[in-house]
């Protein structure tokens, strides 16, 4: 009787369509941050299904293309992207875990795409359920000030939504102030609201 090749247990379970991953530390390891409530790390494949509740909900995506996407395969896609952009522009996006849960409520993070964006990019996404709670001020805080210190970048900028005026409110918290129409390469049109170093300075004291 022939033998059987090496690995064709693993094979068989890919052509069912699951291919066990190998349990293997992060080749990058993204920064923590914590928060009074809040931890702020790297995104993890166990993070998919989280990921596609908050992708999948039409009201949170909005302002944000409007296309929702609740699939798994659709949220890991998206892991990937966050996780690459880390390994090559050394920011990115966290995921935002209530620590008082432990459940991933949302992403706040940075996007610098020198290619199809204007700037060094500061963004927030949260499921609905933790709407009104301040998560989205208290991490995009936090990442502000770790861009600051850790980046030394000269200003920061988050795209907003004319009509989104729950991140505007997010915005001004964070001392952004609106600084220039912008047409997104979708055809939305946007504002870009902006806060520089030195105003960070000034306000936080910082030295």
């Known amino acids: 009787m022939d033998q059987a090749p090496a690995g064709t247990g693993a094979l068989a379970s890919a052509a069912k369509g699951h291919m066990p991953a190998p ?3 992060p080749a990058f390891a993204v920064p923590v941050i914590e928060t009074p409530r809040l931890l702020m790390r790297g995104l993890e494949a166990a993070d998919a299904p989280a990921l596609a509740r908050i992708h999948g ?6 302002f944000l293309g409007g296309r929702t996407d ?10 990937l992207l966050y996780v690459g952009h880390w390994v090559l522009h050394g920011c990115g ?3 935002v875990v209530e620590k008082s849960s432990g459940r991933l409520v949302g992403r706040t993070g940075f ?3 020198p290619y ?4 060094l990019e500061l963004g927030w996404t949260f499921g609905r359920e933790s709407w009104g709670k301040g998560y989205a001020t208290e991490s995009a805080l936090a990442a502000r000030d770790w861009a600051f210190t850790q980046l030394g970048v ?3 900028l988050s795209m907003i939504a004319p009509a989104n005026a729950a991140s505007q409110r997010v915005a001004a918290r964070i001392g952004e102030t609106p600084w220039n129409p912008y047409l997104h390469r ?5 504002m870009l609201w902006a806060i520089t170093r030195e105003t960070w300075l000034s306000r936080s004291g910082a030295a």
């Open 111 to 113: 996007i610098d795409a």
């Open 70 to 79: 609740d699939t798994l395969p659709g949220a890991y896609d998206k892991i």
């Open 116 to 119: 199809e964006w204007p700037g």
């Open 57 to 62: 909900d039409a009201e949170v995506m909005r």
């Open 93 to 95: 996006k966290w995921a």
């Open 23 to 25: 349990s293997r530390p």
């Open 186 to 190: 979708d055809g939305a049109e946007q």
């Open 154 to 156: 000269t200003s920061i």
